[in-house]
């Protein structure tokens, strides 16, 4: 539409052009055949449409040419991070490889392992028994039960290994715990041939020492003797009172005089 517009706009301008340069008589012999005009306006027409044509082709493949590249932007940028995640990926591979090849050296050694475990347990409940044996006199009825315990779990092949070890772990913990606490507790002694009630207090493996429920007797444990021993009662009768009520929890730590045997020599 707009090219034929402009066709006849041409044809009206040619014309003036002509009847103002040759004069009317001779305008008039050269516009008589005007299809000659047709058809070089025609051909000039042909000449717009395919211009236009190929200006919508070239607009067509830049606008396909932009949209692939950035298509391949895209890619490329999914291409780097597929490259780092499986740069990752090998690293967490190695590592798990490396990790198999330890548990592959330990799962060799388990069978010698299993072999060795029973012989140490006994060692650790034949050392951990004259321990106790040799060592202050308190909750002597629990901890030969805690010793029993461990032996019956050893000797019983339902338990597993994990199992036995761990009875004879928890005891030595239980027995080391015991070094650095102190505590109180009513018992029963023998003193001088007679059943006394006590209230005995344990400091640590440092002091066993009792007094007497009436609080008219005070002792302390002699690990040398293996026995009960008297106290003086001007000395040490208010010092164990306190050291009792502070293992109560009664009083407030404080320092008390207490009768504790001096180290022994190294052999």
Do not use: C
């Not at 190695?94 to 060692?123: C, F, H, W, Y």
Request: aromatic share 6%; net charge negative.
């Amino acid at each position: 539409m707009n090219n034929r517009r402009i066709q006849k706009l041409s044809v009206y301008a040619l014309a003036l052009l002509v009847f103002g340069l040759l004069g009317r008589a001779q305008a008039a012999e050269i516009l008589v055949d005007s299809s000659i005009l047709d058809r070089a306006m025609d051909v000039i027409a042909e000449k717009y449409t395919s211009s236009a044509e190929t200006q919508e082709e070239i607009s067509r493949l830049a606008n396909e040419a932009s949209s692939t590249f950035e298509e391949f932007k895209r890619a490329n940028d999914n291409l780097e991070s597929l490259l780092v995640l499986n740069a990752g990926y090998r690293k967490q591979i190695d590592n798990q490889m490396n990790q198999i090849a330890t548990l592959d050296e330990s799962i060799a050694g388990v069978e010698e392992v299993t072999r060795e475990i029973p012989l140490l347990m006994e060692k650790m409940l034949t050392s951990i028994e004259q321990y106790i044996a040799l060592d202050y006199p308190f909750h002597v009825d629990e901890r030969a039960n805690r010793i029993q315990i461990a032996r019956n779990a050893i000797d019983n092949p339902d338990v597993s290994i994990a199992e036995k070890f761990r009875q004879v772990l928890v005891m030595y913990q239980t027995e080391t715990a015991y070094g650095r606490t102190i505590e109180t507790y009513p018992d029963t002694i023998n003193i001088g041939g007679t059943d006394r009630d006590v209230n005995v207090a344990r400091i640590g493996r440092v002091a066993l020492m009792y007094q007497t429920t009436d609080r008219q007797q005070t002792g302390a444990w002699d690990n040398e003797s293996r026995q009960w021993v008297d106290l003086p009662a001007g000395d040490y009768r208010t010092a164990v009172q306190n050291a009792i009520r502070i293992a109560s929890q009664l009083d407030a730590p404080d320092i008390v005089l207490l009768p504790v045997l001096p180290p022994e020599a190294v052999q």
